[in-house]
């Protein structure tokens, strides 16, 4: 009986050609990937479960492929391409919110993407060895239509350090973001801002990546196609 299912398992296997099981017995992730950059070179480095990664030459990190379905895959190579790129717009983006509202102070993390700024010294640790595929553009993009493009799944995440979060003024600080990220010409699915004035809590956010943290307020919401922020909420604790 075990060997009956195991050959039945296998017979599934090589007819799912658009599936996970598809994906990893005929490689069509690598297919994927050569299509869809033609100029770049991919070999297979391992699959686990819907998921291939890929060595790619000329870039440190490894791209992934995820199956979604019958003969549709999502990658994130565009994110590795640009991981440089994001970090300065992410920093970009923060200095300048943090200068209107008179900071200095703060920490970006998104998609294994990390940013410290202190004093006007920036840190960073861009790696993306470990990130889902997120990216759902089917087509290759120039870094401005990436950013620009609400299928690449963009988030902007950070934690800034005020002296009374309970003096900000909230509508204000609404506007002075999406102002910010609108004039970047960025559209993010996801925009959170967390804010503390409890210097102890703000440290341990350094070189931290997703932490559970002790923020006294939170602005949550995303962009709409323009880059101006809507559906966005303030939770405190």
Known sequence: MKRRFCSLFLILCLAASGTA?????RDLGLKHLKEKYPGYSFEFKGSADDVASYTVEGFDDSVVVRAVGDGVFY??????????QILDSQVGIMTEICSRLGVD???IATYGYEGW???????SNPDTSGQNARDYNTEDLSFEEFM?????NNEFIGVIYLEDVDAIDRDEVA???SDVIEESGCVYSLV?????????????????RWVVYDYQL?????????????DFTWEEK
């Open 21 to 25: 099981c598809g994906l990893f017995s």
């Open 75 to 84: 990658d994130n190579f565009l994110y590795v391409r640009y991981k440089d």
């Open 105 to 107: 102070d703060f920490n």
């Open 117 to 123: 700024m202190r004093d006007g010294v920036l840190t």
């Open 148 to 152: 620009a493009s609400a299928d690449s």
């Open 175 to 177: 506007a002075i973001i």
């Open 192 to 208: 959170r801002i967390d804010f503390t004035d409890n210097l102890d809590e703000f440290e341990y956010t350094f070189d931290k």
């Open 218 to 230: 939170m602005l949550q919401g995303q962009t709409d196609e323009n880059g101006q922020l809507i």
